[in-house]
């Protein structure tokens, strides 16, 4: 054999044995998935059997005794069965302060702070799902450490009209982005030990009579826009609980829904776990208990006496009392119980503070920045002026709903002063008051009505009216003249955004469009920091201001992140979940006149929320969704698909190259969206399959892969009552936001 045979031959050998190796490995793989699946089985066949042993031993009482709650924010156990009680927490960023028994009065204890977590939207800015899993792993530490089984949260509704009470709380108007990050939340908080309440389901997109209202709307919408997150949530993450919404759906209250609970949540889904309903959002006995309803929460109005009657009336059959019990069972076996020891510890962490910093810190959204004006260059800009009540204010509480008694909050200008020392002069002026709970109680928010007086948020000719503190004025106009640059700090605040009332209209609250045009008449050179959770109306300061950037209710470390954006230290790399419209009434529900509504909201707008409206009516956004800048460039190149036509089962794979052409470091997160043509049924102009946030380094590229099932592009037929394929053209439009689209390659769909 000579030198070239021999050579030949030992690739051969080593061919064989990769082949070999592969085909070893794939077996192995398989065997272990063989396993796991027979582990998992033979688990919950185990599991299922302690069930029934258990339930065999209670009493009807004791049994009805677990369906209702005992205290504000638990439910009972069977204690002579070593059954513990299920404790709850909300939720959804930030493990709340410990409160009395019965009421919603704090119990002011010195133990039970807890880091304040960005919230909603910002924690979707990140278009992270590895940053909601590390989110939510912070906050089930922090539940059990507190001694608590279940959090409240996360609040995964899609944001359908921009000024929803809880858009701050909810994560996106995309299905997909809403739905892998409650992945990724669900899967941290369980991946850990504690269980994740997925809530609100279904349907609630405005806080306005959100106790009455009645949504209308098509299977359609429901199945592709609205349903994605709580049944991503569910299939995917094994989501232990859910909490039923406020509101009506089809007719009937959702902790009543027949539909919702037992049909799709239940059968189709095939969620193991319970459902509790919203606090206070129980309305009837027998229709609750036979649609599928698990736990009145709190107190026992119609579970308790009323239940226990109706079973022994024959309304309610024992069978669906035990279902129940071996509903909340199933969570309380997954979940350790916490003995009470000191009943409470300090929660909050350094390591919970850098995870808080990291999720802060990606999520902020650089919207403009003429002339490259940031990072802010401490040379040129030796004085600067931060004017504006949002840089001082504090957002872990506010409102009346979910708070977060934090143990710390670093707000933008602590952390500026810190981090720019001796290298900048910085001069401080309020500018303007915050909305307090003051202005909210004399517009009459409370009863949901407007949002008017001095320093709230006045409507157009309101706010013609209203004059400007010329006290505060005047110091504003004072510090912005003598620098070098403007800080501006805009936006809302916790009482502007709140659970229990929409905003009634996008207006920057207390006069700020008024104070930034004064302040440009003396220094033209403003960057604006928007501080919301929700999209405001940026049409007046975007004018005014070279650089902007939204910066949300941000959590403990949020002034940290912000000066880091701001001086450089950090690249911004945040994309916006939500559209900003120029004016309230290009959004869809507005433009429809489908809101305000009171005892019905029909949801005329359909599948087409968000970006899906605005592009397929070819309304021009303010800011559009998916939009963020970098401090660097990235060039898109060289889009690939493995195939040009595909069928239902496949898996469209897209390659293309990102290269970072700055100097900096950078994440990039790249979306990639699809545009259906040659179809015989209406799809929006573009919708999102996939996306990634990817790390280049500065001069570098990288080859991103990204992967959409074909089974993504199905749409829910109504005839059919079934999801179906739709053959015909597909575009992927890949770019950098839903605006900037930066390489296509068109691919066929076969059935
Ligand atoms: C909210 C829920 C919350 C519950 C308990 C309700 O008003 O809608 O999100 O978990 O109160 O605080």
């Known amino acids: 054999m000579n030198l070239e045979e021999r050579r030949l031959l030992s690739i051969d050998f080593i061919n064989y044995t990769l082949v070999f190796l592969n085909a070893y490995i794939c077996y192995m793989k398989k065997t272990i998935f063989f396993l796991c699946v027979c ?26 005794d677990m369906l209702h709650g005992h205290t504000m924010f638990t439910s009972a156990g069977v204690e002579r069965l070593g059954i513990a009680p299920m404790k709850y927490a909300d939720g959804p960023f930030g493990i709340r302060e410990e409160l009395e028994p019965n009421s919603w009065m704090p119990l002011r204890l010195t133990t039970d702070s807890a880091t304040f977590f960005p919230t909603g939207s910002a924690l979707a800015a990140t278009w992270s799902e590895e940053m909601a899993w590390l989110y939510g792993k912070g906050m089930a530490e922090e539940a059990r450490t507190r001694g608590k089984d279940m959090i409240l949260g996360p609040a995964i509704n899609i944001q359908r009209i921009p000024t ?32 994740a309440c997925i809530k609100h389901y279904a349907l609630n997109n405005q806080e306005n009579n959100r106790g009455m209202v009645d949504v209308v709307i098509s299977q359609r919408a429901m199945r592709e826009i609205y349903l994605p997150p709580f049944r991503a949530a569910v299939e995917e993450a094994g989501a232990l609980g859910v909490m039923a919404a406020y509101n009506k759906v089809a007719g009937s209250w959702c902790a009543e829904n027949d539909m919702l609970l037992n049909k799709i949540l239940r059968d189709e889904w095939g969620f193991r776990g319970m459902v509790i309903s919203d606090w206070y959002g129980t309305h009837s006995t027998v229709k609750a208990a036979l649609s599928g309803l698990d736990v009145e929460m709190p107190g026992n109005n119609f579970f308790g006496q009323a239940l226990l009657d109706s079973v022994r009336n024959g309304s309610v059959p024992e069978e669906v009392i035990d279902q129940k019990v071996a509903n909340i069972l199933r969570v309380r076996l997954t979940i350790d119980p916490i003995e009470e020891t000191s009943h409470i510890n300090p929660v909050s962490t350094p390591e919970h503070g850098q995870i808080v910093y990291e999720v802060a810190s990606k999520s902020i959204v650089l919207l403009k920045n003429e002339s490259n004006l940031l990072p802010l260059d401490l040379d040129q800009n030796k004085t600067i002026a931060v004017i504006g009540d949002n840089a001082i204010r504090k957002n872990a509480t506010g409102g009346i709903g979910a708070g977060v008694k934090a143990r710390y909050e670093i707000t933008p200008m602590e952390a500026l002063q810190q981090k720019t020392r001796d290298r900048a002069n910085l001069v401080f002026a309020r500018g303007y008051k915050g909305f307090s709970w003051r202005d909210r109680v004399r517009g009459g928010v409370l009863g949901g009505e407007v949002l008017t007086g001095t320093g709230g948020m006045l409507s157009g ?19 912005a003249s003598g620098a070098d640059l403007v800080l501006f700090f805009a936006g809302n605040n916790r009482e502007v955004e709140t659970e229990g009332a929409d905003r009634t209209n996008m207006i920057l609250p207390s006069l700020q469009d008024e104070l930034i045009r004064e302040i440009a008449r003396v220094n033209p050179n403003i960057i604006t920091v928007v501080v919301t959770g929700a999209p405001v109306d940026l049409s007046n300061v975007d004018q005014y201001s070279k650089a902007m950037l939204v910066s949300w209710f941000n959590g403990s470390e949020g002034g940290n992140a912000l000066a880091d954006v701001l001086l450089g230290t950090v690249v911004p790399s945040g994309k916006l979940p939500f559209t900003f419209p120029v004016r309230l009434e290009d959004s869809p529900a507005y433009a429809l006149k489908t809101y305000p509504n009171f005892d019905k909201a029909h949801y005329a707008e359909d599948i087409f929320v968000g970006y899906r409206w605005f592009d397929s009516r070819k309304i021009d956004p303010l800011y559009p969704f998916g939009h963020g800048l970098s401090y ?4 898109y190149s060289l889009p690939q698909t493995n195939k040009d036509q595909y069928r239902p089962n496949d898996v469209i794979t897209v390659t293309f190259r990102l290269e970072n052409t700055g100097s900096f470091n950078a994440e990039e997160v790249v979306q990639l969206y699809i545009h259906r043509s040659g179809t015989k049924v209406e799809f929006p102009e573009k919708e999102l399959k996939a996306f990634r946030r990817i790390q280049v380094d500065a001069g570098k590229s990288k080859k991103v892969t990204l992967k959409i099932p074909v089974s993504s592009l199905r749409h829910w037929d109504e005839t059919a009552r079934d999801w179906a394929l739709e053959p015909g053209r597909a575009d992927l439009l890949i770019g950098t936001s839903s605006r900037d689209i930066r390489l296509t390659k068109r691919v066929t769909i076969l059935l």
């Open 632 to 635: 660097t460039g990235f060039t």
């Open 461 to 479: 000719s309101d706010a013609s009216a209203a004059q400007l503190d010329p006290d505060l004025l005047a110091e504003a106009l004072e510090v």
């Open 164 to 195: 929803g009470g809880r858009t701050y709380e909810y994560f996106s108007e995309d299905p997909l982005l809403s739905a892998r990050l409650a992945v990724g939340y669900v899967r941290g908080v369980q991946d850990n030990g504690a269980a």
């Open 39 to 64: 582990v998992l089985g033979s688990c919950n066949a185990g599991m299922d059997k302690k069930i029934d042993e258990l339930i065999a031993q209670m009493t009807l009482e004791e049994k009805v």
